[in-house]
């Protein structure tokens, strides 16, 4: 677990993070959020040992991160928004000295290339000059160097940009073997589209606060007492809108263009209640399905209503 | 220490390894030693002037390509990776900043290392040729000294350079420029004045009653001849390079400062060089405050050149109220410094007065003023550094430095006013005596230092709370 504590950064008459305190569970995927100058590359980067809090604490795997650096960073992973890699080394040389650095057993190494590689898709480019990759090979080449001694936790800043759709696709699908693994992963962005893929957690960060910090379930679908509805009928929508608004579960009713909109207080149990109630009573029910706010929804929603 | 780790099983040296020592390298670099060095024999002339003629090529080549080219690369070795971005994932391994040490000054200069080995080899050969021709004492120590010297010296030159990659806060400052401008000229230095003492304590007239014709320097008690004098002034300092080295990748790396580091570095100078009043026995109470001078070379020094961030301050000053954060954030240099200039100043200047006030009158009243013009000079140069922009600095600090040292004196001077009203230096004045020169002495000089903090010090102090 990634636990921070009342996090304070200040740039010459900025502060860059302000009291921010939250806490990661093993095994999720963390998507990081914030307008530009919001600071989240430098709470990236106190979490990663690589710059000094001004105040504050973060616990990393049971270990002060701030007091022994060198310590946490073998059980961390760490890609910045620019990186780069040496051009005059081969995939391979790169990765074999990054795991020679965090002191995998001599015996492992080979093994652990090999399982990096295939991990990243980046086997048949093992003896290839890291200058003679594409951007997204760069990039797979950088991630592996994070990850090629199996830590706990890997950081990723900006981790797609530059990269076509079809890396990103595959950035992504990475992304969520290394979680499935057990890693636990902080991925900042500005694609919010692309953390809908794979985030099970939003933590937004604006002007050095913690707006948020809440778990995402399914597709970017918050954590709520209630869930929003639609429900299309093939007629008389109206009509039904004027039924439910009594039924005890049912909180608010709608109804656009033959689309009857609910908000339903409950969990699974009284949604499928809900939809055996309506066909029971003879709604002509064609399609039903979940309102979910996408993560870019969410975002703007705390964004806009603290700005 | 596990030895093994920082040098078989070091990634960084095995990775730097790897890339210098390529085969082509190899092959090609003794190749084109031996052929540069065997042009040397083909005048016709007698052999012995030609083996001379050789060494001197190889000492040639030993300095341009040991010390030049591998003072380069070292000042290179993490500049480059900088600009390229990868030595924020390096700092993210479990590497220590002795691994890291090591792996830059004898990896990313191992070419550089080779090639001295080579030059070795044949200074060797060269050497055993001119003791058949010439088997005396002197050619036997030159065959020893002169390469020792300059291994010594290029490692140090080496160490140095790794180090102020991470001191350098000029991004669009070259490798080349920093070799130049500060790591070759303290090499030399070094070097220079080890050889300025052992040429001036045998030389000078006066002196050699006391060194006599022996030829050798006394230091410490122990007598050498120059050379050996200056390699072993370079080994003493070779540690503290090394020493540097490591705290500034430790610091990198975000591991607690060593307060004591730099005290500690003075106080070894300092020592070094008051070994040499050991030369003057029965006058040694003279040259007691010969420790003071590199202390104010370097005090000063520092506090011209280093870039005090007022960023640092303001976090020194928010370290939770704790003395030991605050040490393991690190002091500036100058801050450590110029306050110890001045403390030993004080401590001097009473130990003279003391002890013969009627023969010391002009000095212990020298060295208290020295202490006071530290303390002035400390705020009005920290004040520079946090309140003038960073680009117009140096021109300030060049400015105030020739200012309140070379124009106000002369100024004075030339108007033959009261000196001791203005003059920033401490007055020796004949007719006065007893406490009421130390009033008139040092009066001057206590009122700046007092002016200096009283109003400097309060613009600093927001300057601090507001960044």
């Known amino acids: ?307 | 220490m596990n030895l093994r780790r920082l040098f078989w099983d070091n990634p960084e040296l095995r990775r730097n390894l790897s890339l210098e020592l390529t085969a082509g390298r190899l092959l090609w670099t003794p190749a084109f030693l031996l052929v540069a060095v065997g042009l040397c024999f083909l005048p016709d002339q007698p052999v012995k002037d030609l083996v001379q003629i050789a060494q001197w090529v190889v000492v040639g080549l030993w300095m341009v390509g040991g010390m030049v080219w591998g003072g380069l690369r070292a000042a290179q070795s993490v500049r480059s990776e900088r600009t390229e971005r990868t030595w924020d994932s390096q700092r993210l391994t479990a590497m220590s900043a002795g691994e890291f040490a090591v792996g830059k000054v004898f990896g990313a200069t191992a070419h550089s290392l080779y090639l001295q080995v080579v030059l070795g080899c044949f200074w060797a050969v060269l050497s055993f040729m001119r003791f058949q021709l010439d088997p005396s004492e002197t050619t036997l120590r030159a065959a020893v000294i002169v390469p020792t010297t300059l291994v010594v010296g290029s490692i140090a030159l080496y160490s140095l350079m790794v180090a102020q990659s991470f001191l350098e806060t000029d991004p669009a400052r070259s490798a080349k420029s920093t070799l130049f401008s500060f790591g070759v000229p303290l090499v030399s230095a070094i070097y220079l004045a080890s050889h300025f003492w052992s040429d001036l304590l045998i030389e000078r007239q006066g002196w050699r009653a006391v060194v006599g014709d022996s030829k050798l320097v006394s230091w410490w008690g122990v007598s050498l001849p120059g050379p050996e004098l200056q390699l072993a002034s370079l080994l003493l300092f070779l540690p503290w390079a090394w020493f540097g080295l490591w705290r500034a990748l430790r610091r990198d790396l975000q591991h607690a400062d060593f307060p004591w580091a730099w005290p500690a570095f003075l106080v070894f100078t300092g020592a070094y060089v008051q070994g040499f009043s050991t030369a003057f026995p029965g006058e040694s109470s003279r040259v007691v405050p010969l420790c003071m001078i590199p202390l104010a070379v370097l005090g000063w020094g520092f506090l011209l050149t280093e870039n005090i961030d007022p960023m640092g301050l303001r976090r020194l000053v928010d370290a939770s109220g704790s003395w030991r954060e605050r040490l393991r954030l690190g002091i500036p240099f100058s801050w450590v410094t110029m306050p110890l200039v001045a403390a030993a100043s004080f401590v001097a200047a009473g130990v003279w007065w003391l002890g013969d006030w009627s023969d010391a009158s002009e000095f212990w009243s020298l060295l208290a003023g020295v202490g006071l013009i530290a303390l002035r000079d400390l705020i009005l140069f920290t004040w520079i550094s946090c309140r003038v922009p960073l680009a117009r600095q140096g021109l300030s600090r060049m400015a105030l430095l020739v200012g309140i040292h070379v124009f106000l004196p002369v100024l004075t001077m030339l108007v033959s006013v009261k000196f001791h009203l203005v003059w920033p230096y401490p007055q020796d004045i004949d007719e006065i005596d007893g406490p009421q020169m130390v009033l008139v002495n040092l009066g001057s000089l206590g009122a700046q230092a007092l002016l200096a903090w009283a109003v400097l010090g309060p613009s600093l102090w927001r300057r601090i709370r507001e960044v």
């Open chain 1, 1 to 307: 677990m990634i636990s921070v504590t009342d996090l304070v950064y200040r740039y010459p008459a900025h502060l860059a993070l302000d009291g921010v305190s939250f806490e990661l569970p093993r095994g999720s995927i963390s998507a990081l959020v914030g307008p530009n100058g919001a600071g989240k590359t430098t709470l990236m980067k106190c979490l990663a040992g690589l710059v000094r809090p001004w105040r504050g604490t973060v616990t990393l795997a049971g270990i002060d991160v701030v007091a022994s650096p060198r310590e946490a960073h073998r059980h961390l992973g760490f890609l910045q928004d620019f990186f780069g890699v040496w051009s005059d080394m081969t995939v391979e040389h790169c990765l074999v000295h990054f795991a020679r650095a965090q002191q995998v057993p001599q015996d492992q190494i080979p093994q652990r290339i090999q399982q990096t590689l295939a991990l990243l898709g980046l086997t048949e480019k093992a003896s290839a000059l890291s200058s003679h990759l594409s951007r997204g090979q760069r990039q797979r080449l950088a991630i592996g160097q994070a990850i090629v001694h199996r830590p706990e936790f890997l950081i990723l800043d900006e981790p797609a940009s530059g990269l076509d759709p079809e890396a990103r696709i595959e950035l992504g699908r990475t992304f969520l073997r290394l979680r499935d693994e057990g890693m636990t992963l902080l991925v900042s962005s500005h694609i919010l589209a692309e953390l809908d893929q794979y985030a099970d957690r939003l933590l937004v960060i604006q002007s050095g606060k913690l707006l948020q910090s809440e778990r995402l379930t399914g597709v970017a679908a918050k954590v709520s007492p209630h869930r929003d509805l639609d429900i299309v009928l093939s007629s008389e929508a109206a009509t039904w809108a004027d039924r439910v608004a009594g039924w005890e579960t049912v909180e608010a009713v709608g109804e656009s263009e033959g689309v009857l909109q609910l908000r339903l207080r409950g969990s699974d149990a009284e949604q499928v209640a809900l939809l055996a109630r309506l066909i029971s009573q003879g709604a002509p029910v064609l399609e039903y399905r979940l309102r979910e706010d996408s993560l870019q929804d969410r975002y703007l929603q705390l964004v806009g209503g603290k700005s």
